[in-house]
């Protein structure tokens, strides 16, 4: 019998925690987000991240621009964030619409208000483990782990996707617990040889029903880190989840899995900026 691991409920655990220690600060932590353009998923997104903040006592600042914002406006922006004593956190809404530069805005906004970590330099210490941030959807993945104390040391683990976001710093965070970590993709061969062989399998490929029942082992744990819209416009992740679930020991649903334990991780890592602002 598959246990359902509840993201939601943890992450009102996560929140209650940071609100408890943002509230022992001298001055309330202040997280900026920039939402360049329209994008109705990126603004639905950046009003739930705002809404947390309101939850754990954190001001949130909205920088709404047009789509047709330079890549000068938006980099002065980030500049006049970056000297705000009173922004601990920057997020800047990816992805962005098309003729602006992410790379170029990912290094503009100074590392220690990098909440995302997403800047070279902490991804850099996250990898030698030394991290200031934490990546908010892998270091979620973890803490669901860690709740359901579900162990990693010597175990098969299979991340499927390599993004930067999400599997690059997934593979990692669980190399760093002792998994024995094969990273999949596009250009994998023979993939559900790979997968039928993980004791715990993340998916973070994005595309509706990819992980079928074939490609997992009896009793494995499956993490589901997608977040698609199937053929109905309905809300679901890359795993086929009515045929997976019988097989699993522990699997997450979506919605309700990592999604909130993402923007949860995101509060805490604004707690870390302003504790080591205010240090
Ligand atoms: N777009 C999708 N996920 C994220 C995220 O975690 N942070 C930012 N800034 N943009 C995103």
């Given at each position: 019998m598959a246990t359902r691991i509840d993201g939601k409920a943890?992450?009102?655990k996560v929140k209650e925690r940071v609100r408890e220690e943002a509230a022992k600060l001298p001055r309330q932590p202040g997280l900026a987000v920039i939402l360049v353009g329209d994008d109705p998923a990126s603004r639905v997104y950046v009003s739930g991240k705002e809404k947390d903040c309101a939850e754990c006592g954190i001001l949130s600042f909205e920088h709404k621009l047009p789509a047709e914002t330079t890549q000068e406006e938006l980099l002065a922006l980030?500049?006049?964030l970056n000297a705000d004593p009173a922004v601990d956190g920057i997020l800047c809404q990816l992805p962005l619409p098309g003729g602006?530069?992410?790379?170029a805005v990912i290094n503009a906004i100074v590392p220690?208000?990098?909440v995302d970590c997403f800047h070279p330099f902490n991804v850099g210490r996250m990898v030698i483990g030394e991290p200031v941030f934490l990546p908010c959807t892998p270091a979620g993945?973890?803490?669901m782990l860690r709740e359901y104390e579900i162990p990693i040391r010597g175990r098969r683990c299979v991340v499927l996707g390599r993004s930067n976001i999400v599997g690059k710093?997934?593979?990692i965070l669980l190399t760093q617990s002792d998994g024995t970590v094969t990273t999949c993709?596009?250009?994998t061969e023979n993939l559900a040889e790979i997968t039928r062989q993980a004791d715990i399998l993340v998916s973070a490929v994005g595309k509706v029903r990819c992980v079928t029942a074939d490609m997992v082992k009896d009793g494995a744990v499956v993490i589901d880190v997608a977040m698609n819209r199937d053929e109905n416009g309905k809300l679901c992740g890359d795993v086929d989840f009515a045929a997976v679930e019988p097989k699993t020991s522990y699997i997450t649903p979506v919605p309700g899995g990592v999604g909130p334990?993402?923007?949860a991780v995101l509060m805490e890592n604004i707690l870390t900026a302003a504790r080591n602002h205010q240090a």
């Open positions: 943890l992450a009102v980030i500049e006049k602006l530069d992410e790379e220690d208000k990098d993945v973890m803490e710093p997934m593979s993709h596009s250009r334990m993402t923007r």
